[in-house]
Nanobody
Framework: QVHVVESGGGLVQPGGSLRLSCAAS????????MAWYRQAPGKQREWVGT???????NYADSVKGRFTISRDNAKNTVYLQMNSLKPEDTAVYYC????????WGQGTQVTVSS
């Protein structure tokens, strides 16, 4: 059974930065891609960005230029670097690892507030 665990969430002031981590229990190269999603209170889960096996990345327009996804294959970990955070970025952030099956983490809370 594959496990995916997010970490790094917390409380940050507007304009601040956070880096989230997503650690997988097996080689992340075994997945077609890994992605970040988020879900704000009362809203549907939305896609944030994706990193493919070839390191190609794509981002939602709402985070483009502020968020960066990277990977460390040796640590089986994907990162989400979030800069210039806004209150509307407040959400639970989830990591998805996709092979023939989808593996979701339990989420980590990010709160952007002064």
């Amino acid at each position: 059974q594959v496990h995916v665990v997010e970490s790094g969430g917390g409380l940050v002031q507007p304009g601040g930065s956070l880096r989230l981590s997503c650690a997988a229990s097996e080689s992340i190269l075994s997945f077609y891609f890994m992605a970040w999603y988020r879900q704000a209170p009362g809203k549907q889960r939305e896609w944030v960005g994706t990193i493919e096996r070839n390191d190609n990345t794509n981002y939602a327009d709402s985070v483009k230029g502020r968020f960066t996804i990277s990977r460390d294959n040796a640590k089986n970990t994907v990162y989400l670097q979030m800069n210039s955070l806004k209150p509307e970025d407040t959400a639970v952030y989830y990591c998805l690892a996709r092979s023939s099956t989808e593996y979701w983490g339990q989420g980590t809370q990010v709160t952007v507030s002064s």
